[in-house]
T-cell receptor, first 114, second 111 residues
């Protein structure tokens, strides 16, 4: 049973709309990550957080923003969706100083912008 | 050059075969190594975790690390159709360092 939840699982939305992808974890993990993954392609880190009120941009430039007001919640927002944002978005988490033990991933949100 | 290289495949093998999946890396500081399995339309799930060099076995799965060659492998014995998935390697140098992922190898086991 997954302890990290992403909603919605699938989203089809029109260009220019504002969207928020939700990610919540019940494990009390300090670290949370957002990855973007296109079909058959590698994971690209777009945002991460090491705790409440801490957010950083990842290796891949993204027009999205994130917030971390509560430990368990790490939403990702796109102010104005574009077709180039079509992708799968994966959220992950791990305890502080335990990246080496691996991440727990959510099931992902598959976003299609038309 | 990427820090972690992984053949994207696709790789198709008959049921019951032994599968070998591999990653090479360039950062000699890496000492924590992981293999993830990702089914279609799902998030990756941690399959195996090893520290430093050596072998680790879990059922039909064996993870192998050769730090001298900067090469890691995942072996799947008696492969089953349910093993059909994308397999990603991941690694880090320190306990608190973000993971570096390979591109993933797509594997299909043919009944």
């Amino acid at each position: 049973e997954a302890d990290i939840y992403q909603t919605p699982r699938y989203l089809v939305i029109g260009t220019g709309k504002k969207i928020t992808l939700e990610c919540s974890q019940t494990m009390g993990h300090d670290k949370m990550y957002w990855y973007q993954q296109d079909p058959g392609m590698e994971l690209h880190l777009i945002h991460y957080s090491y705790g409440v009120n801490s957010t950083e941009k990842g290796d891949l430039s993204s027009e999205s923003t994130v917030s971390r007001i509560r430990t368990e919640h790490f939403p990702l927002t796109l102010e104005s969706a574009r077709p180039s944002h079509t992708s799968q978005y994966l959220c992950a988490s791990c305890p502080r100083d335990r990246d080496s033990n691996g991440y727990t991933f959510g099931s992902g949100t598959r976003l299609t912008v038309v | 050059q990427k820090e972690v290289e992984q053949d994207p495949g696709p790789l198709s093998v008959p049921e019951g075969a032994i599968v070998s999946l591999n990653c090479t890396y360039s950062n000699s500081a890496f000492q924590y190594f992981m293999w993830y399995r990702q089914y279609s339309r799902k998030g990756p799930e941690l399959l195996m975790y090893t520290y430093s060099s050596g072998n680790k076995e879990d059922g039909r799965f064996t993870a192998q690390v050769d730090k001298s060659s900067k090469y890691i492998s995942l072996f799947i014995r008696d492969s089953q159709p349910s093993d059909s998935a994308t397999y990603l390697c991941a690694m880090s140098a320190y306990g608190n360092e973000k993971l570096t992922f390979g591109t993933g190898t797509r594997l299909t086991i043919i009944p």
